[in-house]
């Protein structure tokens, strides 16, 4: 199953809302669809999972919704500390697949 | 709170076979029902599972390495291991090990600091 996150970089400014989609290629359980953010020199940190449950710790500000063989990641207000890169994350056909990562940069 | 930490050389020749552990710390990882995952980043790239192992031993791997990956797992001194066999620059990337919940879903919820490892001559 192949991921496909757009877009590739994401402009915006702090307060306004941040809409990040990835398309799997074939159809993936619901409860297998998540989401990472990653910080330069960090490793990533689970946001997502379920398609629409937040983590542990995560802000009300970041949400999940899915349609069919797309799922979306929206943060509503960005804040500074949410500029970053954002990887999608799927388990289907026997393999665990990440996507290729949309980088949210400061506009 | 759960911690991982990942161990092993940062320098390794081609062809050559090498081990990474992650000692985990905070909880027992022969109890809870999860697995244990390794997760790799090539520098610039992104993020590519190799895979999981259980408590029990069972294993999942990632099919595009398996014949070259072993993930181990040691219940009595809380680590697991990654063995990768001929070794080529295109391994060269930074080695992460995950707590990886697969009931009821599929994530990775605490994952180490990572390491790199380079191969090189």
């Known amino acids: 199953i192949v991921l496909t996150q757009s877009p590739g970089t994401l402009s915006l400014s702090p307060g306004e809302r941040a809409t990040l989609s990835c398309r799997a290629s074939?159809?993936?359980?619901?409860?297998?669809r998540g989401w990472y953010q990653q910080k330069p020199g960090q490793a990533p940190r689970l946001l997502m999972y379920?398609?629409?449950s937040r983590a542990s710790g995560i802000p009300e500000r970041f949400s999940g919704s899915e349609s069919g063989t797309d799922f979306t990641l929206t943060i509503s207000r960005l804040e500074p500390e949410d500029f970053a890169v954002y990887y999608c994350?799927?388990?289907?056909?026997?393999?665990?697949?990440f996507g290729q990562g949309t980088r949210l940069e400061i506009k | 709170q759960l911690q991982l930490q990942e161990s092993g050389p940062g320098l390794v020749r081609p062809s050559e076979t090498r081990s990474l552990t992650c000692t985990v710390s905070?909880?027992?990882?022969?109890?809870?029902?999860?697995?244990w995952a390794w997760i790799r980043q090539a520098p610039g790239k992104g993020l590519e599972w190799i895979g999981s192992?259980?408590?029990?031993?069972?294993?999942y791997y990632n099919s595009s390495l398996k014949t070259r990956v072993t993930i181990s797992i040691d219940t009595s001194n809380n680590q697991f291991s990654l063995t990768l066999n001929s070794v080529s620059a295109a391994d060269t990337s930074v080695y992460y090990c995950?707590?990886?919940?697969?009931?009821?879903?599929?994530?990775?919820?605490?994952w180490g600091q990572g390491t790199l490892v380079t191969v090189s001559s």
């Open positions: 995950a707590r990886h919940v697969w009931s009821g879903g599929s994530y990775f919820d605490f």
């Open positions: 905070g909880g027992s990882i022969g109890s809870g029902g999860y697995y």
């Open positions: 192992v259980f408590s029990t031993g069972r294993t």
């Open positions: 074939q159809s993936v359980s619901s409860l297998f």
């Open positions: 379920a398609a629409s």
């Open positions: 994350q799927i388990y289907g056909g026997s393999l665990i697949t």
